[in-house]
């Protein structure tokens, strides 16, 4: 039964006005919510150079100025890592007739998509007062026009042609690959990326010694072997008696011969890294770094807080590197892998387009392979991924 409450003892509603106020409130706290954080502003951050986005503040989101449009025009081209390319004014439009706007012209990569042109006129709009713009592509590649243009009174405001040149070639940038666990794959899988003849990496446990076949494929590559070395005595133990190392070493002690003899067995060995997971033990990471020190290897750090084998290392004076630009994709299917990295090359003004560390299948090989025609129109450059590594000084 619902007891009865005296009118006196009711608690008062919340008056209309209030709630008025209390609904616009959260609108505008969504509002700005949605201004700070909508992907799409961020994603046109990441693509649109900062250049571009001062001419605009410049003007208060206007083109007030033939100077103006031009140094715009100036800015795109440099976004795109063109800069040395020359924004002709001309006194004619693309039809050879004269026009009460200004009118430009440019050369452009034969090979460059004229999307990436459109990309940066859909932002400079976005953020504009009453600007919009008309884009075409000329017939088969051959040219293409754009125009601003005043939206409220549909007044053309600039034209720029886009020339394509076959002389004119992008700045020259790098994408670099690394393949985990390349014992993973079959021996046909990994000689035909070798016989691809491209820089790369790998990275290779001390119990996953190639067989010979291998092996000499991988001394004459271009690949840096990276070797993942336990930090514990006990994972040491068992890769001592691996079917693998028998007539190799006299016996299964852990000492300065036996670790030598392994490590030289790995073609193209670069570096190395320590594997932590399972314990460390102070005096055999020691016994490693000395070793690692007289073949001149370089440790790779991996991490962001330094472990006790990382400052032991770091006290030992080697020389300690950091990748640049990992992108991690494993597990990725040929699809996602293969739109990933076309997706990095509209970053432009990235002269590395990212260090990708993909798994040892049969797929990824054939993604690289698919796309080097496309690199190379870019002037995309397969290098190590040591190209890119920075010298770490303080962990």
């Not at 004229?114 to 932002?123: A, E, H, K, N, S």
């Not at 000499?216 to 068992?238: F, H, R, T, V």
């Not at 472990?307 to 040929?334: H, P, Q």
């Amino acid at each position: 039964m619902i007891a009865w409450i005296p009118r006196d003892q009711r608690k008062k509603g919340v008056p209309f006005w209030e709630k008025i106020t209390l609904v616009i409130l959260i609108f505008i706290a969504c509002g700005l919510l949605l201004i700070t954080f909508y992907p799409g502003k961020l994603k046109d951050k990441n693509i649109v150079g900062t250049s571009i986005g001062k001419i605009l503040e410049t003007g208060k989101g206007q083109l007030r100025s033939p100077a103006q449009t031009e140094s715009l025009f100036t800015n795109i081209m440099e976004d795109l890592g063109l800069g040395h390319v020359a924004i002709e004014k001309r006194h004619l439009n693309f039809k050879g007739l004269k026009k009460n706007y200004p009118c430009y012209r440019a050369s452009w990569p034969q090979n460059f998509p004229f999307v990436w042109f459109t990309l940066r006129l859909q932002y400079i709009c976005k953020y504009s007062d009453n600007l919009t713009y008309n884009a075409i592509e000329i017939k088969d590649g051959k040219g293409y026009l754009a125009w601003f243009v005043k939206s409220a009174y549909s007044d053309t405001v600039a034209e720029i042609e886009l020339k394509p040149d076959k002389n004119l070639l992008p700045q020259a940038t790098s994408i670099s690959f690394m393949f985990n666990d390349f014992a993973d794959f079959k021996i046909k899988e990994a000689l035909n990326f070798i016989w691809l003849e491209l820089p790369f990496g790998f990275i290779l446990r001390p119990d996953e010694i190639p067989d010979a076949k291998l092996a000499k494929a991988l001394k004459a590559s271009k690949g840096q072997c990276i070797l993942e070395l336990p930090a514990n005595i006990e994972n040491w133990d068992i890769i001592l008696r691996s079917h693998k190392l028998s007539g190799i070493i006299e016996n299964s002690q852990l000492n300065e011969e036996n670790i030598g003899k392994i490590l030289g067995m790995f073609p193209r060995l670069s570096s190395f890294y320590f594997d932590e997971g399972n314990g460390i033990d102070r005096n055999l990471v020691k016994l490693l770094i000395n070793e690692a020190e007289r073949l001149k290897l370089v440790y790779i750090y991996r991490k962001t807080i330094p472990g006790l084998a990382d400052s032991l290392v770091y006290s030992s004076g080697l020389r300690i590197k950091r990748f640049e630009g990992v992108i991690n994709c494993n597990g990725m299917t040929y699809k996602k892998l293969k739109s990933l990295i076309v997706d990095q090359t509209v970053f432009l003004r990235k002269r590395n387009k990212g260090l990708y560390f993909l798994d040892s299948r049969s797929e990824n090989v054939e993604v690289i392979a698919s796309l080097l025609p496309f690199l190379t129109k870019l002037n995309i450059i397969v290098v190590s991924p040591f190209r890119n590594a920075q010298l770490v000084e303080r962990l």
